[in-house]
């Protein structure tokens, strides 16, 4: 058996490679690629290019492990990002075809815990509307990269974001809407969504190594690192970012090879080896234009690339006379691009273990040309110079923005008054940490240090657990501090994402540990102007202050006898001791003035 299965093995590797010593329209692409990527120091990368139903060439290039030398193979495993989105779409698509779903009925039909920021939202969102991307919501992809939490706790989060537009006035991109979708599909179909596109589409392309968590990943033993390029020439590793939570919308991992099989089926209306895998009628649907994405129009340098739309997970344009469908995808440490030529029958793959790379599309437009037989273009060229020009624009902004750049004033206040958790309910908290004369923030996946830039105004660098923190390619994120009417520091404000508003998080102290049998000392009733006010320990170590006539207030304590209380910014209780430390009054302060309650 195990001899069989070697000389099978031995067949199809002289098998392919003689396909691709042979095919003309391969003559010298190796040296190709090898100089894409030297030129753009990547680690390593794998293509394959399916022609109807066959894989017509496939080859890794570089290393999937630079520090072990272990090279690239068209089964290597990598992170193929929102490539992922197309196989979540495709579970709504089988829902359709076995009338479980109507993609323009409202999702809150069949999912009424999903709510959205407002009640027309709730109305008028339907499935098609999630499936192409023209809910009204911008990306908001701080909320899940910088705060990640369980996928239930997302999809809770979805409620607080704002839209930027209404609904399907306009093409927004957004991963939410995705995640939401496999969550649809789990609830429909009864099953987890790993579980569901396992059985219904990796078990039915033979798709037996791809695996949805890095984790897995990890384990296998033909699975690339993921790498980016520092200061333009040096190669560093990047760890596996874990987006389990946010799955449907990007967390599959694959290789060229299973990917070719994905394709193959597209191309060939739904079918892989003789056997339906999607239905021909959501494959129509998926590979239209269900929303306009962008202008799309042709230039002088490229007049036959024209028109851009979005189906269900699939981006549609014209590439020089052919209809051509694709998806990119992009997470830490990795690029990729499927793409597909319908009417042509042809498809790519690309995949790299290089973050943020443009790689993977120009290799896929250099070997398009060649499938395509029409005139090649140097991408490879095109690009270099496209990107130097950016780099150097961007070192102009940078040098223009320093000159321009005054210091106004001092910080408003000492870096420990700074210090605090800061909340938005559409994101999560952030943990604001004096240490000396400098700020760090620290969230579960990334550390930061604030530079002060001006009042209390300071801005982001990342610090890098092997290189410290790295100031020399500037700051593209600012923070500004709030204060209220107290001249306390309320919270903060950030543009987390171009184009939006300021996103703002509430501050509230950070509690100091007080034991159970201190705070029996403060209980107590405190007259106040006529009234009586209680306080009281609940949840067996909470401080709590009853005032009649208002709501019962959480209190969290801040040190030498202050609490604050938890909702309202700018109102505290500070308890008064006598000489033998015998709680005697309570000062209320409040940005209306301080006002004492003596303990009955």
Known sequence: MRKSSAITALL?????????????????????????????????FAVAVIEKDKIVYSKGVGFRNIEK?????????????????????????????DDKIEYDKPVRNYFPELKFYNDAM?????????MCHRTGLPRHDFSWYMFPTTRDSLIYRIRFLEPTASVREKWQYNNFMFTAQGVVAEKLFG????????????????????????????????????YYVKKDSIIEKMDYYNIDAMGPAGSINSSVNEMAN??????????????????????AEAISSQMVSAGGLPDKENPDIHFSTYGFGWSMTSYRGHYRVQHGGNIDGF????????????????????????????????????????????????????????????????????????????????????????????????????????????????NYWLKHSTYDIFNLYGIDKKNGIDTTEGSGTAIQFVMNKMGEIQALETELQFGLKPFRFERSPKPVAVEGLNLKKYEGEYELGGMVAKVYIKNENV??????????????????????????????????????GKVIAANFIQPNGTFKATKK
């Open 12 to 44: 199809l590797f002289f098998t392919v490679s003689f396909a691709q010593k042979t095919d003309k329209r391969f003559a010298g692409l190796d040296t190709t690629l090898n100089r894409i990527l030297k030129d753009w120091k990547a680690a390593g």
């Open 69 to 97: 030398k272990l090279p690239v193979t068209t089964n290597t495993l990598f992170a193929i990002g929102s490539c992922t989105k197309a196989f979540t779409a495709s579970l709504i698509g089988l829902l359709e075809k």
């Open 122 to 130: 709730d109305n008028l969102i339907t499935i098609r509307d999630m």
């Open 191 to 226: 099953k987890k969504w790993e579980q569901l596109i396992k059985e219904k589409i990796f078990d039915s392309l033979d798709m037996k190594r791809s695996v949805f968590s890095v984790e897995d990943m990890a384990k296998n033993n033909d699975a690339a690192t993921g």
């Open 262 to 283: 994905w394709v193959i089926a597209w191309i060939n209306g739904g079918k892989y080896k003789g056997r339906e895998v999607l239905p021909p009628q959501y494959i």
């Open 335 to 446: 690029s990729a691009m499927t793409c597909f030529f319908p009417s042509d029958s042809i498809g790519i793959v690309v995949l790299t273990n290089q973050n943020g790379s443009a790689l993977p599309g120009i290799v896929k437009n250099i070997i398009a040309d060649r499938m395509l037989n029409i005139s090649r273009k140097d991408w490879n060229g095109i690009q270099l110079k496209a990107d130097a020009e950016a780099k150097k624009e961007a070192k102009e902004t940078e040098k223009n923005k320093t000159a321009s750049e005054k210091k106004y004033g001092p910080q408003t206040h000492t870096t420990k008054d700074y210090e605090g958790l800061y909340s938005n309910p559409g994101y999560g908290t952030i943990d604001i940490t004096a240490k000396g004369d400098s700020l760090f923030i620290y969230t579960k996946n990334a």
């Open 543 to 580: 401080l709590y202050v009853f005032v009649p006539g208002q709501p019962e207030y959480e209190t969290v304590p801040v040190g030498n006898g202050e609490f604050r209380l938890k909702s309202l910014s700018g109102y505290s209780m500070k308890f008064l001791e006598d000489e033998k």
